[in-house]
């Protein structure tokens, strides 16, 4: 049989499985919490220093942007990957891995033009998290509105 | 016929590898078999503008090269054969549009160089050709743009992930000269055990090679031990745990003559994960380490088997399993018909 059967296939699924080395989920749990907290820390101190500054709403809004300026930033000196690479969550969960999930499909696909590359790819990796956030922010409005008044 | 058993070829006029070139990135180029490769380049883009020009510029080097080393000029070749991983494998006809070569465009994916010379031999045994240059090339971000995400995109790679070389290699088949010679051919089928996790490749080669290691064997009646050497390319670390378990329950014993191309490239650092893979990996390990052995008899006998997953990234988001595929090419030192075994 060159194309395994129900059966052969889940016990060749199985034995597959059962060579893979084990995922090291202490030592990726604890980088991403050092990197993810530090990210955060960052953000908090900048937060901080806005907050004097300026009204609340506006340094929140401007601390996120600045987050978000210095994601891509880094993916645009090619640090961010490295940063994604050792940390996985701890540097994907915050605005700045958000970042970089729209710079680094921009600057990949620049060598195929502006329209078809950039601005069409720009939201290749980044676009299911915008679809279903803001659909889920949708329901969520709704139901704080109409539901849970 | 030259057929033995239900499906391997055997060449009563063996075709010889008259020469052999590679040409690799960086990274391959830091591995322990930095040295052995022709030319290393000093960037991913090898002075071009895109990573796809680079590949194809790797690969048109290493054919030239391959012919130089030869003694021959293009003009003497017949055939040129190759295959790569990218889309309608453009960086092989591209490296084709400058070369004045009938051209044959393979897909086997890491197993085309075993395509290439399998189908080269038999052109050369065929007598429809004298020579026949035969080529294959990957690239790291070309690769992991097409089938991944975008090379600045921070992600996690998973333990069981192989890592895409970055390199390009050529042979030139003749049908006469000095060098290792091709002796027997298996073709492999394609086999899928319904392994559906593209970040597994090697699990899912697996029962492609040990499914054409058991019927080249058993077609010619030997055992592993006929050969000095069993490579696999590029199975790493996990598909060939899987390999020779399959092997070991068909009662054929491989451990401690194979050995995995994927294994041989790189130092092994952790981003590397479970092992190199890419059209490139098992060609240009076999043009600049395996052939120089053959060549000087270090090694006698050799069984070079590259493996394909032939899965796309649309196949695998229809959640669609993964075949597999493996050529085994069975090669011997060039004094091997005089003294024999």
């Avoid at chain 1, 990957?81 to 729209?102: H, K, Q, Y």
Wanted: charged share 20%; proline share 5%.
């Amino acid at each position: 049989m060159t194309r395994a059967r129900t059966k052969e296939r889940d016990e060749y699924n199985r034995l597959a499985r059962s060579f893979h080395p084990p995922r090291p989920i202490l030592r990726n749990a604890v980088s991403a919490f050092l990197v993810g907290g530090t990210i955060c820390t960052v953000a908090q101190v900048i937060l901080d220093y806005l907050s004097v500054r300026l009204p609340k709403t506006q340094a929140l809004a401007m601390t996120s942007s600045l987050m978000v300026f210095l994601g891509a930033f880094l993916t645009g000196l090619g640090v961010y990957d490295e940063i994604g690479r050792f940390a996985g969550m701890g540097a994907a969960l915050p605005i700045t891995g958000f970042a970089n999930s729209v710079v680094s499909p921009a600057m990949e696909f620049k060598r195929e033009g502006f329209v078809l590359g950039v601005s069409a790819r720009m939201f290749q990796v980044a676009g299911p998290v915008i679809v279903y956030g803001s659909l889920s922010a949708l329901i969520v409005s709704i139901l704080r509105v109409y539901v849970f008044k | 016929m030259n057929r033995r058993g239900a499906s391997t070829c055997v060449f009563s006029n063996m075709p010889v590898i008259v020469s052999a070139a590679s040409v690799v990135g960086p990274r391959e180029g830091k591995g322990p078999l930095g040295s052995l490769f022709d030319l290393v380049c000093g960037d991913t883009l090898c002075g071009e503008a895109s990573w796809e020009k680079a590949e194809t510029k790797m690969l048109r080097q290493a054919t030239d090269l391959a012919v130089t080393k030869a003694g021959l000029q293009d003009v003497h070749i017949d055939f040129f054969l190759a295959g790569d991983l990218l889309n309608q494998i453009i960086s092989s006809s591209f490296a084709a549009r400058d070369k004045d070569i009938p051209f044959l465009g393979l897909y086997g994916a890491c197993s085309t160089i075993g395509e290439a010379v399998a189908i080269g031999s038999f052109i050369i045994h065929g007598g429809f050709a004298e020579n026949v240059l035969v080529a294959s090339s990957s690239h790291h971000d070309t690769a992991e743009r097409q089938f991944r995400y975008p090379t600045e995109f921070g992600y996690q790679r998973v333990p069981p992930s192989q890592w895409t070389v970055t390199a390009a290699a050529a042979l030139v088949l003749s049908s006469q000269g000095e060098g290792p010679k091709v002796e027997a051919v298996t073709v492999g089928r394609v086999m899928d055990f319904g392994i559906t996790d593209a970040n597994d490749m090697g699990s899912a080669m697996a029962p492609a090679f040990a499914d054409t290691v058991w019927r080249h064997l058993s077609d010619l009646g030997r055992t592993p031990g006929d050969y000095d050497a069993i490579f696999s390319g590029d199975l790493g670390r996990v598909g060939s745990k899987a390999a020779l378990y399959l092997l070991k329950k068909r009662g054929i014993d491989l451990s401690g003559v194979h050995d995995d191309t994927g294994l041989m490239i790189y130092d092994m650092e952790p981003e590397i994960c479970s092992g190199a893979s890419g059209c490139g990996c098992v060609a240009s390990v076999f043009a600049a380490k395996i052939y120089p052995e053959l060549k000087s008899g270090k090694l006698r006998r050799v069984l070079l088997v590259p493996t394909g997953a032939l899965h796309s990234p649309t196949t695998c988001q229809q959640a669609e399993s993964i075949p597999g595929v493996a050529h085994a090419v069975s090669l011997v030192y060039p004094g091997w018909e005089e003294k024999g075994s």
